[in-house]
């Protein structure tokens, strides 16, 4: 059995195909087409799947996507209605992804077949239930406590399950535009990175900054029972992907996120590729300290309700390695199992593992051993 996961028409577009439930091959469009954390459609990617598999589309059983438009819909209505001016933003979201609604055409097109030859079952799932798929269904364990974080994926920002066999159980999510990656991303950009995909540049630049701005950032965001808050008076707009546009090129731009306030607050922002000065390296400095509170505030949280000692973790921010080797200093977990593609490359195989083992109720038995999953290229073709 053949089941192809893809993300599509979002930032690191990419593919993944199981064969009998087992990783055959994954790719992100990027590694290909050489447009970095391209969010179009990821055509290359597809082909090389079913290359390595010997496969054609029309083989495939089941094609899953690691989106959902449908997820938390209530909750995106509740949040336009309360913000008519971000209504366009919501249009121009919903109408790009409406594109997925014909997969059949997109992949007989892409891939030159007669649509009436493809036979998969097609499934949606929700951004961050695929980033805790990509991570649970990867580890050796049967069972374990499953966290997301990023910046948004269907109106989430943060998620907590538990995580039992073949089950993703979801426990809570934050909805936007409360988002930890936003928080770090709004501050980055302040310092002067302001590229999609830049915030380990400033993970880097914390620890030459001092303790100087922790009280002043700590206005930024908060914790409380479990969740935490940001104080959007500080943020420009923010919610479902506003500051983010993906251009017709396929290419990810970020909006500006911060507001005048951190103006006020800390000065001019710094232009990018000017002198890094000690302001710079100290805002880092407090953001990753807040950005590390907030996230162990997280975990102790995840620890009442799975009181595991295994913990299997996934999304944008859990890249942030400065944070996970504090992991077992900071809350009760003894054990982690972090996807290596944590980005949204990463949905891709999320997708498809969740489609083998808990829509198709498929025993565990294969664990991620190596994340070299793309070609291969003999010595003579190198
Ligand atoms: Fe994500």
């Known amino acids: ?195 999609y995909g830049e915030e380990g540049k400033v993970m880097g630049l914390a620890p030459y900054g001092k303790a100087t701005y922790c009280d002043q950032v700590r206005q930024i965001i908060g914790t409380l029972n479990g969740e935490f808050r940001l104080n959007l008076r500080y943020f420009k707009s923010i919610g479902s992907n506003q500051g983010m546009k993906v251009l017709s090129d396929g290419t990810v731009q970020l909006a500006r996120h911060f507001s005048e306030r951190m103006q006020e607050m800390f000065g001019e922002p710094r232009l990018p590729h000017t002198d890094i000065t000690q302001r710079d390296m100290d805002l880092a400095y407090a953001m990753q300290y807040w950005f590390e509170e907030s996230f162990f505030h997280l975990l102790g949280e995840l620890h009442e309700r799975v009181p595991e000692e295994r913990l299997a973790m996934a999304g944008g921010c859990a890249l942030n390695s400065v944070a996970n080797g504090k992991l077992f200093s900071r809350t009760p977990f003894r054990e982690t199992w972090i996807q290596p593609a944590a980005g949204d490359e990463g949905l891709a195989l999320g997708a498809a593992l969740h489609t083998w083992h808990s829509v198709l109720k498929q025993p565990r038995r294969h664990s991620m051993k190596h994340s070299n999953l793309g070609p291969e290229f003999s010595p003579d073709k190198i």
């Open 1 to 195: 059995m053949l089941i192809l996961g893809l993300n599509m028409f979002h930032a690191d577009a990419s593919a993944a195909i199981l064969q009998d439930g087992e990783i055959a091959f994954a790719i992100a469009e990027e590694r290909l087409n050489r447009i970095k954390h391209y969010a179009g459609f990821p055509a290359l990617a597809i082909q090389a799947c079913l290359d390595a598999v010997g496969a054609r589309i029309s083989d495939v059983d089941h094609v899953a996507i690691g989106q959902d438009k449908d997820a938390n819909l209530a909750k995106k209505i509740e949040y336009a209605v309360a913000n008519p001016g971000k209504l366009l933003n919501f249009l121009q979201l919903r109408r790009r992804k409406q594109q997925m609604q014909d997969l059949r055409s997109l992949l007989a097109r892409s891939l030159a077949c007669d649509p009436g030859s493809l036979k998969f079952q097609e499934h949606h799932l929700e951004h961050h239930i695929a980033h805790i798929a990509s991570a649970f269904y990867c580890s050796p364990w049967d069972r374990a406590a499953g966290f997301s974080y990023d910046g948004s994926g269907d109106f989430v920002s943060t998620m907590m399950a538990r995580c039992h066999e073949t089950e993703i159980e979801v426990l809570n999510r934050v909805f936007l535009p409360h988002s930890l990656g936003s928080f770090y991303t709004m501050i980055c950009e302040f310092i002067g990175y302001n590229r």
